[in-house]
Structures are given as structure tokens and as C-alpha cells.
């Protein structure tokens, strides 16, 4: 599956977002979804059949709103001399909250993926079900942390770590109870570690065996459990096979699993929470090393865009939000200059740093400015 960049990301979920919030007053709102490899004349002349159905609405101000916004998707397919490559989504209707009155808007969207299911519904919502999963992140990192008393199962999605599972041996310490021989007692702490590595094994197997986005598993714990458990826990050989990286240390619990993540960077470089978590420390290294080759807020960002000294912007997603009027401009002028927009997430303590110290807009700067 295609990865979607940064930027289709951002254009993505505003678009979503806009027609997600708006609500028709009567079944007026109109979505066309035309998959990949579809013959866009065909759609367009089948939407023309279309509006001598909607002359059967009994309303005659939703009736006249339906055709108005069939013949403006109509007119917008026109434009086009064959389908997108990854399909083409429209959506039209009367998004006017006020009873009586018309507002016909219309939007057209070529995805960042191919669209694979054809749509045409009149309702009081648009259909944005299948450009939001679009959104859904497309890799997946398994995550165990294990030592011989608990482990913990986790996975790390985009820039989220969440807990799936953990589990507990009863595998006793080192001190043994008052008239156990070494020998007996070894036997039975050997047996108890076997059954939790087995445990652990179907746990995972459970979890991540028939998960699709699963792209690799990381492992930690302390020396030599972590071995033990990959050669004698019992795990399949499909997931063995997806372990990609093995970090030593002692913590085995949810702390644990953000130890793992960091300390497994380089296998996973390209993921997008250690993206965020390289750029944002290389801001906050220039910003202390050299001030003055950084630059944040928004007076003094638009400033260093317009002299052409931004090679990279940094905006955070809250920032987005509170300046919608804005950001569009922003970005514009300084992709105009070559500069590298990043848009920065709202989680993980890196990001609401970037965010109490910037006001969620920062810059690292080609060169200095006055």
C-alpha cells in the first residue's frame, strides 16, 4: 500500500473533518464515489439517469437541492477526460443551516490511495467512511518486554504505544523456600519460566498471528531471558521470523515498551514516531547550540519565511486548529521557498514540549537573520 506523505495526510483529515461536521437539513447531500479503473462517462451519464429519479422527491426544496447538486458533480466530471489514477471522490448538497435557503457547495478529491468502492447516496450526511481509512496507519511494530516474573505486550501504532496484555509467571525469586533443596527448587523455577514462555508465546500468537499491518516485532528484556524465550517459548515460526530487533534492559512493564521503542530507532527509522521524535530533537539541539539558526512564534516565523531562511517548518497539529485562516498561507509561501513543512502530532512528551515553548509553530533556519 501506497504511504501517504505528510501533506495528503493534512489535506486528508481537513477534509474530512469539513464534511464530517456538515449536516443536511433533508436527504440533500450527495456523494459520488468512483473507483480506480471506472469509465468516468459512464458515472457521469448514469448521474443524468439520476435526475429524473430525484424529480420524484416529494420536498420540492430537497428535490431542487439534489439535481442543482447532481448537475454541479455532472458539470465537474466534464473536467476530467478519464478517472484519476486513485479514483475520484465528490460530494455536493445544500449545506445551508438555515430553513428556505441554498448554499450548494461541491468537492471533488483525487485520494492519495486507490478508492475501491462505487458510491452514489443522497442523504443527510456524506459518506467519508472509505477516505478515512485511508487515514488508518498502514504499519504496525509488535512490542514484548520479558524478564521471568511478567511481560508485557504492546504495539506501536503511527506515533502510539498502547498496552495489549500482560502477564505474570508466579516464577518465585531467588530465595528459596525453608527446606527446598537447590535442586528441586531450580527444577521447579525451570518448569514455572517454561509454562510463561509458553503463555506468553499463545498470547502473541493470539495478538499479532493474523494482524495485516504488522510490519515487525521488537523485544527487550534482561539478559538471557529474552534468548530463552525466543528458542524455547514456543513462538511460531511466522512470528519469529518478524522479530527484527532484540534490546537489553531491565524494566518489563509499560515504561518498558518506551525504553524498547527508543532503543530500537534505528530498526525502525523510517517510523513515523521516531521521525517526529529525530526532528524535534534536532530543533531543540540547534535552538540551544545555536540560537540563532532557529526561529518560533508566529511573528517571528512569517519573518524568517519571507526573508527565505526556513529549511525547515515545524507546525503542530494544535496549531492547525486555532489558525485554520491562516496555515494554508503559511505553508504556501514557504514551500514557495523550498522549505520543508513537518507537521508535528499533539502526543508524546517531545510534541507538547514543542508545543508550551513554540505555540506549536517553530523553524530551523538556512541561515541567520537580524
Known sequence: MAEITQ???????????????????????????????????????????????????????TRTAVIEAIEMIVR????????????LALFAGNISKKEGAKNIQLWAYEPPRPLKIRTYRCDQVFVVEPLKEMLEVSEVYGLLVIDRQEATIGVLEGKQIKVIRKL??????????????????????????KEFFRRVAEAMKEIFFDMPKLKGILVGGPIPTKEEFLEEGQLVTKL???????KDQGYVDEHGLEILVEASEEEIAQQELIKEKQILEKFFNTLGKNQEKTAYGLENVKKAIERGAVEKLLISKQFIKENQENIKEIEKTAKNIGSEVIIISDEGQDAKQFQNLTKGIGAILRFQIE
Open 7 to 61: 501533506e495528503q495526510k493534512q489535506e486528508l483529515e481537513e477534509l474530512v473533518e469539513t464534511l464530517e461536521n456538515i449536516r443536511g437539513r433533508h436527504t440533500e447531500l450527495v456523494t459520488v464515489l468512483i473507483p480506480e479503473g471506472q469509465n468516468i462517462h459512464i458515472v457521469s451519464k448514469q448521474l443524468d439517469a439520476e435526475k429524473s429519479t430525484a424529480n420524484n422527491i416529494k420536498s420540492k426544496q
Open 76 to 87: 465537474k466530471l466534464k473536467e476530467y477526460k478519464k478517472t484519476p489514477e486513485n479514483g
Open 168 to 193: 505474570t509467571s508466579g516464577v518465585p525469586g531467588k530465595i528459596r523456600a525453608g527446606g527446598q533443596s537447590s535442586q528441586r527448587f531450580e527444577r521447579l523455577t525451570e518448569g514455572l519460566a
Open 240 to 246: 519469529k521470523e518478524k522479530v527484527i530487533s532484540t
